[in-house]
């Protein structure tokens, strides 16, 4: 039998319908950091995706960076969560949450005035944004290694309350210049002890991540995204094809869900700097693909084998059944970019479905 975009695949123990992912989005709709029944109206509108992962979910109050964003690390967090993944699986859809803390993309704003933290005290270009409006991000406060096993036990604690709340599984964010991905790269990590210099140290940090969630619920129900080429939030680095063939191979093996790759920059380019075939050919496992993808590429891109699922995001907020439009090649939604972040149901979950249109 022929596999295409439509073709079931198995992950995380589990069958889904198809190879449509619904990339992580956030979207600003949380203003006590807590997921609400609006979220859960959005998340189970768009159910028919083999696979939702959802808005990072910031993972102690030290990981927040933005403003009205969800957490996962206590109980009402815990409980506002379960209302979206319970209307999610009432319709049949697959739902990952992905754990996120921020690092340096963030402002003392959040933390009653304390700095944010980074693998290196080296501020970021750019504004952050907090309830006052922009502000100049600061220079953060390079972590202790003394702090570091906190950090992984907060990813892992995150990992278990995403299970309390349903969750079939959590996405390690380690892409688009947050902590994680500010310990992998070069730009952002000057750190000269075991977690900074080598690939294999600037690497420890995910792989001690990955570890400790993976020996909390499972390897087979974690899956990891990185953005090798994706300067946003003023990240960068020297040799991002060395140093991502050196991440890739380092997950290889571990039994993970799957590899989440931003394959393109936040303005839609590839890059001469990276083939990202062979972080493909690295990784034995689940493929996620993601960078402003269309059903013909997303088509071609399964037929070809350069990747087993393929995630889009625009299309999916404007685009509730956007799986079963694919299907019917019937014309999508154009999205509205002024309602993308913060507000009410307005732009969120007011588009038409096919059949209401």
Same mark, same amino acid.
């Given at each position: 039998m022929s596999i295409d975009l439509f073709s079931s695949v198995e992950l995380a123990d589990q069958n889904l319908n198809n190879r449509i992912v619904m990339a992580p989005m956030t979207r600003n709709r949380a203003p006590d950091n807590i997921a609400n029944a609006m979220m859960a109206e959005y998340y189970s509108q768009r159910a028919g995706a083999g696979l939702i992962i959802t808005e990072g979910a910031q993972i102690s109050e030290q990981a927040v960076g933005?403003?009205?964003?969800?957490?996962?690390?206590?109980?009402?967090?815990?409980?506002?969560?379960?209302?979206?993944? =319970?209307? $999610?699986? %009432?319709? #049949? !859809?697959? /739902?990952?949450? &992905?754990?996120?803390h921020c690092g340096r993309i963030s402002h003392p704003d959040f933390h009653d005035g304390d700095l944010p933290v980074a693998p290196s005290a080296i501020a970021p270009a750019g504004e952050a944004i907090?309830?006052?409006?922009?502000?100049?991000?600061?220079?953060?406060?390079?972590?202790?290694?003394?702090?570091?096993?906190?950090?992984?036990?907060?990813?892992?604690?995150?990992?278990?309350?995403?299970?309390?709340?349903?969750?079939?599984?959590v996405e390690i964010h380690a892409a688009n210049g947050y902590l994680i991905d500010q310990f992998i790269r070069d730009g952002s990590n000057r750190r000269t002890d075991q977690y900074g210099g080598s690939l294999e140290n600037r690497s420890r940090l995910l792989l =001690?991540? $990955?570890? %400790?969630? #993976? !020996?909390? /619920?499972?390897? &087979?129900?974690?899956?990891?995204?990185?953005?090798?080429?994706?300067?946003?939030?003023?990240?960068?680095?020297?040799?991002?094809?060395?140093?991502?063939?050196?991440?890739?191979?380092?997950?290889?093996?571990?039994?993970?869900?799957?590899?989440?790759?931003?394959?393109?920059?936040?303005?839609?380019?590839?890059?001469?700097?990276?083939?990202?075939?062979?972080?493909?050919?690295?990784?034995?496992?689940?493929?996620?693909?993601?960078?402003?993808?269309?059903?013909?590429?997303?088509?071609q891109t399964i037929a070809s084998d350069a990747a087993d699922m393929v995630a889009f995001g625009i299309p999916f907020i404007a685009n509730p059944d956007l799986p079963e439009r694919f299907r019917r090649e019937a014309p999508l939604n154009e999205a509205d970019q002024a309602t993308f972040y913060g507000g009410d149901e307005h732009g969120y979950t007011d588009y038409p479905a096919l059949d209401a249109a």
């Open positions: 933005y403003p009205a964003t969800p957490g996962i690390y206590n109980q009402q967090q815990i409980d506002g969560w379960k209302q979206v993944t =319970e209307a $999610v699986h %009432a319709k #049949g !859809g697959r /739902i990952f949450v &992905q754990l996120w907090t309830f006052e409006g922009m502000k100049p991000f600061v220079k953060p406060r390079a972590l202790e290694a003394s702090e570091i096993p906190g950090i992984i036990d907060a990813y892992r604690h995150a990992a278990s309350c995403a299970m309390q709340a349903g969750f079939d599984g =001690e991540v $990955v570890a %400790a969630v #993976g !020996g909390e /619920i499972g390897h &087979q129900k974690v899956g990891v995204r990185i953005s090798p080429i994706n300067a946003f939030n003023d990240i960068s680095d020297s040799n991002p094809q060395a140093t991502f063939n050196h991440v890739t191979a380092s997950l290889n093996g571990l039994g993970l869900a799957y590899l989440h790759v931003v394959e393109v920059s936040m303005t839609g380019e590839t890059s001469a700097d990276l083939n990202t075939g062979q972080l493909r050919d690295r990784f034995d496992g689940v493929y996620i693909a993601n960078g402003g993808y269309d059903r013909e590429r997303a088509l």
